[in-house]
């Protein structure tokens, strides 16, 4: 589970947070053991869901701590 991806205000919208997504699922995938990875965001954070959504992680329907729980099955 990822606890926390943040790109400071002034660096916002210019694909930082994309690329770190990335390199993290890179990682995530070269390891055979990792099956799946899960990350959640606030319910109003439409950024953060059309960002997670691409990278192909799916709502899970569940709540965690008054975030919105998303999935990627990497295997």
């Known amino acids: ?3 926390r991806l943040m790109v400071a205000d002034g660096f916002q919208g210019k694909g930082y947070g994309r690329f770190g997504m990335e390199k993290m699922l890179e990682i995530f995938r ?3 053991r990792i099956k799946e990875v899960g ?3 606030e319910p109003e954070n439409e950024v953060a869901r059309k960002l997670y959504a ?3 992680f799916e709502e899970t329907g569940k709540m965690i ?3 919105v729980e ?3 099955r990497l295997r």
């Open 1 to 3: 589970f990822i606890q």
């Open 65 to 67: 701590e008054g975030e």
């Open 70 to 72: 998303a999935i990627l």
């Open 30 to 32: 070269a390891d055979g």
């Open 54 to 56: 691409s990278l192909g």
């Open 39 to 41: 990350i959640s965001y």
